[in-house]
């Protein structure tokens, strides 16, 4: 009679480690979907330093001479201040790269690729003192279509 009290010792336990790991799971599951529920934005660190320098450089050579090369525009609309924020308030970082990548410079549109229009983007967010983080900025539309720039 022993072995069968074993076996339900042992049955008892392996179900409480399959219960315990079908709980674990379903919470990590749940809060991935939180995760990706919740935006983010401008103010949250989507861009590395290093990439808003390679941006710098690209602003310089591509942008400066119709922005100004403190970006405030000169015959072109300004890419810092209030009405930049203001203008770009609540709108996805994705419209402002396809918006660049698509249009600009306007000497040559749709010359800049995608990924060089998500490194100007982060030197223009680092321009209006929106804080870097430690990774860089993903040009991947889908990634970007879920940051906003907030003012």
Known sequence: MQTPVKDNK??????????????????GSATLRIDAGQ???????????????RGDVLYGQQCA???AADLRGSGAP?????????AWDNRSIDELVDKIASTMPSS???SLSRIQATDLVAFILQSNKFPAGSAELDSAPETLQTIKLVK
Not at 11 to 16: H, I, S, V
Not at 42 to 52: M, P, R
Request: charged letters at 20%.
């Open 39 to 53: 935006a983010k934005t401008a103010k949250d660190g989507v861009y590395a330093d290093s990439q808003a320098r």
């Open 10 to 27: 042992a049955t008892a336990e392996w179900c409480r480690g399959v219960i315990v790991g079908l709980v674990m799971a379903l919470a």
């Open 78 to 86: 300004a890419l810092v201040g209030p009405d930049f924020l203001v």
């Open 108 to 110: 040559a549109p749709g």
């Open 65 to 67: 001479d119709c922005h």
